[in-house]
């Protein structure tokens, strides 16, 4: 779960709101089907991509919230609205948007819960230093679930995105074994033997199932070059180790904060993602 859907299901529990969804779009248009955001009384959850668009939108919801103040949002009637972007709106995306209000409450929750939890794809995320502290916040906001794995059980902070589940492994490469088809797997543990560990461990699953959505090594060429010495002689071959991408993240971005390495290391996920 996202953390705006968290926060849209939190806030249900004490206000209602006006949902308003991407029903429809025909050609350019500033955001996907499928988007939303929430309109309370007092805030915005979300965004459907902002402008003049968001403008009209938000003063609809807002009309139809004081209208329903002494309606049950469990009888209003949807309603669905055509924004043509250019001719009415100004903005240059140049589409048709169709947007669709709907009024909900704390009893709209259990189905919201599933319909907003929309497609994520699964993470693996090993390590829990800094860059893995930084990529964890970055990932929160976008659409993955991720599991966070570490061989040191105190390294995990108290709270983490809704959408981040963390689990003690030691030793830390044994998890890769139950890791759901299809994972991305991202390493940056404390320990140059426990990372050296989980990618033999990935190649090996890869030579029998071949089902992980791919595997990332943070560290450098030297790392890297070292590491092959080390597989080659654990039995690996240059195929399976094709398999493995190090340095992780988009290429040309020099930065080595740990914020700037999560943002390179989510951006090349976000890659992959559009590709698949």
Not at 142 to 166: A, C, G, H, K, M
Not at 217 to 242: C, N, P, V, Y
Not at 244 to 262: D, F
Request: hydrophobic share 40%; aromatic share 4%; net charge neutral.
């Amino acid at each position: 779960m996202s953390q705006h859907t968290a926060a849209l299901l939190a806030r249900l529990q004490h206000a209602p709101a006006v949902l308003v969804s991407v029903d429809q779009v025909q050609g350019s248009g500033p955001r996907e089907q499928g988007a939303w955001m929430a309109v309370f009384a007092d805030g915005v959850i979300n965004t459907i991509g902002g402008g003049h668009l968001e403008y009209q939108a938000l003063a609809e919801a807002r009309a139809l919230l004081q209208r329903s103040a002494n309606t049950s949002p469990s009888h209003a009637q949807d309603r669905v609205l055509r924004y043509a972007l250019g001719p009415a709106l100004g903005q240059c995306c140049g589409g048709v948007v169709h947007l669709r209000y709907e009024s909900v409450n704390e009893h709209r929750i259990p189905s919201l819960q599933q319909r907003l939890k929309g497609p994520q794809d699964a993470v693996a995320l090993f390590g829990g230093g800094h860059v893995g502290k930084a990529l964890v916040q970055v990932l929160g906001m976008l659409p993955y679930q991720v599991l966070w794995i570490d061989s040191r059980d105190e390294i995990f902070p108290v709270q983490v995105p809704p959408n981040v589940v963390t689990e003690h492994s030691d030793p830390v490469h044994a998890a890769v074994a139950n890791l759901s088809p299809g994972t991305h797997v991202l390493i940056m543990s404390f320990s140059h033997a426990e990372d050296l560990d989980v990618v033999a461990a990935c190649l090996k699953r890869q030579r029998e199932h071949h089902d992980l959505g791919s595997v990332g090594l943070i560290g450098s060429q030297t790392k890297w070059a070292t590491f092959r010495h080390r597989l080659e002689a654990r039995g690996f071959t240059e195929q399976d180790m094709q398999q493995v991408t190090c340095p992780i993240g988009v290429p040309h971005i020099t930065g080595k904060e740990p914020e700037v390495i999560a943002v390179a290391v989510a951006a090349q996920l976000l890659q992959r993602r559009s590709q698949a």
